[in-house]
């Protein structure tokens, strides 16, 4: 069974930054896409990040680019999420996402993490 396990989150002022992190365990598949969607109280579901294991190849929903960076550890099994420059709309629950191949539909993703609430007040 595939588990992905999330931390870090919080709550910053805005401008700040804070770090998301998801551990992929029992996820074999050498190859694959992690990364996270997040989600506001009354909101739809938005794309934030990806990368695909395989050659690091980088996807960015438009709300974060230029101020949020995922990146992989040497093993493709953990990602983290440095979160910059902060602002009260990111405030939402982020969700780690896994599958095979990457995507910005959030109903591609096979595998979910619990969510990690992240809080920027003005």
């Known amino acids: 069974n595939v588990y992905l396990a999330e931390s870090g989150g919080g709550s910053v002022r805005a401008g700040g930054s804070l770090r998301l992190s998801c551990a992929a365990a029992?996820?074999?598949?050498?190859?694959?896409?992690l990364g996270w969607f997040r989600q506001a109280p009354g909101k739809v579901r938005e794309t934030v990040a990806q990368?695909?294991?395989?050659?690091?190849?980088?996807y960015y929903g438009d709300s974060v680019r230029g101020r949020f960076t995922i990146s992989q550890d040497s093993t493709g099994n953990t990602v983290y999420l440095q979160m910059d420059l902060l602002k009260p709309e990111d405030t939402a629950m982020y969700y780690c996402?896994?599958?095979?191949?990457?995507?910005?539909?959030?109903?591609?993703?096979?595998?979910w993490g619990q969510g990690a609430q992240v809080t920027v007040s003005s």
């Open positions: 996402v896994g599958n095979d191949w990457c995507s910005t539909d959030p109903n591609n993703y096979r595998y």
């Open positions: 990368i695909y294991t395989g050659d690091g190849t980088q």
């Open positions: 029992g996820y074999t598949l050498m190859r694959k896409c």
